[in-house]
């Protein structure tokens, strides 16, 4: 659900890499401190990366791809489409994985049918996108809309999803604090000036029932990274969300708005490598 109103952004989160080392020779020892660079961070160009197409649940879906090693689905969010990606956000993710972005049935480069709109058929054409690219499973990024389809491609397809990241994050609609939200989905239900892909996705989330009783049996790696200025699906859901998901990580990003990896790209991206490079297997005991 890409935010319409662009949001002055104070950016005040700092990550901070400490390294010193010590070296002691037979003479004067080392004072100077170990300074470690920061990478130098490549975007990759969204739209002169050709877009390929998989047959998936009767219809055709358009995606893309970068970089190389592990599976990373990219689920975008309501009224968005593939080309809506920040391309330093794609470009440090493809750094270390296989990164998958596609549009939803209906949107951008992607076919429809006639079927109802659903939160779980979006589900299940991300199910059958990663059958139709070769994988049993990856590991899931979603955004707003997306963040919904994943809770609910983790639910329905739990064999699926590797690692799991929810952006923007919100179990349902229809909650007091996603108020301003539902007001932008149902309005959009009806519009005949908004395309009919986008009319579809209002009218799924208006028939969706949420996600909060199926949170607690998610049993996956899962971060949910969200800015303290989102408006649509404030921090605070994802707090309640974090507190239903057993061993989940909760990262916000002071001041940043909703479907901030669009504000603070390379923020989102080092937290999401970091989250999924962490080997979180029990520690023997």
Same mark, same amino acid.
């Given at each position: 659900?890409?935010?319409?109103?662009? &949001?002055?952004?104070? @950016? $005040? @989160?700092?990550?901070?890499?400490?390294?010193?080392?010590?070296? =002691?020779?037979?003479? /004067?020892?080392?004072?100077?401190?170990?300074?470690?660079? /920061?990478? !130098?961070?490549?975007?990759?160009?969204?739209?002169?990366?050709?877009?390929?197409?998989?047959?998936?649940?009767?219809?055709? #879906?358009?995606? +893309?791809?970068?970089?190389?090693?592990?599976?990373?689905?990219?689920?975008?969010? @309501?009224?968005?489409?593939?080309?809506?990606?920040?391309?330093? @956000?794609?470009? =440090?993710?493809?750094?270390?994985?296989?990164?998958?972005?596609?549009?939803? +049935?209906?949107?951008?480069?992607?076919?429809?049918?006639?079927?109802?709109?659903?939160?779980?058929?979006?589900?299940?054409? $991300? !199910?059958? #996108?990663?059958?139709?690219?070769?994988?049993?499973?990856?590991?899931?990024?979603?955004?707003?809309?997306?963040?919904?389809?994943?809770?609910?491609?983790?639910?329905?397809?739990?064999?699926?999803?590797?690692?799991?990241? #929810?952006?923007?994050?919100?179990?349902?609609?229809?909650?007091?604090?996603?108020? /301003?939200? &539902?007001?932008?989905?149902?309005?959009?239900?009806?519009?005949?000036?908004?395309?009919?892909?986008? +009319?579809?996705?209002?009218? $799924?989330?208006? !028939?969706?029932?949420?996600?909060?009783?199926?949170?607690?049996? =998610?049993?996956?790696?899962?971060?949910?990274?969200?800015?303290?200025?989102?408006?649509?699906?404030?921090?605070?859901?994802?707090?309640?969300? $974090?507190?239903?998901?057993?061993?989940?990580?909760?990262?916000?990003?002071?001041?940043?708005?909703?479907?901030? &990896?669009?504000?603070?790209?390379?923020?989102? !991206?080092?937290?999401? #490598?970091?989250?999924?490079?962490?080997?979180?297997?029990?520690?023997?005991?």
């Amino acid at each position: 659900m890409k935010q319409t109103t662009l &949001f002055t952004l104070t @950016f $005040a @989160f700092i990550i901070c890499m400490i390294a010193s080392a010590g070296c =002691i020779g037979t003479s /004067t020892p080392s004072t100077q401190p170990t300074v470690m660079a /920061t990478p !130098a961070w490549q975007a990759v160009s969204i739209n002169a990366t050709p877009v390929q197409y998989a047959q998936v649940n009767g219809i055709k #879906l358009g995606y +893309r791809e970068f970089g190389a090693g592990e599976p990373l689905l990219m689920v975008m969010g @309501f009224h968005g489409i593939m080309d809506s990606w920040n391309g330093t @956000f794609i470009g =440090i993710l493809a750094t270390k994985y296989h990164v998958y972005t596609y549009d939803h +049935r209906g949107m951008g480069y992607s076919s429809d049918d006639n079927a109802t709109p659903g939160i779980s058929q979006y589900a299940d054409d $991300a !199910a059958g #996108l990663m059958t139709a690219l070769g994988y049993d499973s990856m590991h899931v990024y979603g955004v707003s809309m997306g963040s919904v389809i994943s809770q609910q491609l983790t639910i329905d397809h739990p064999e699926r999803v590797r690692k799991l990241v #929810l952006d923007s994050n919100t179990y349902s609609i229809r909650i007091p604090e996603t108020k /301003t939200l &539902f007001n932008v989905i149902e309005a959009s239900a009806t519009n005949t000036d908004v395309p009919a892909g986008v +009319r579809k996705e209002a009218q $799924a989330n208006l !028939a969706w029932n949420g996600s909060w009783n199926g949170l607690s049996g =998610i049993d996956k790696d899962v971060m949910l990274i969200v800015g303290t200025n989102d408006e649509l699906t404030p921090d605070t859901v994802s707090v309640q969300m $974090a507190g239903q998901i057993k061993g989940s990580w909760l990262v916000r990003i002071k001041d940043v708005p909703h479907a901030g &990896f669009a504000y603070a790209p390379v923020e989102y !991206a080092e937290n999401v #490598l970091n989250f999924l490079g962490m080997d979180e297997s029990p520690l023997n005991k």
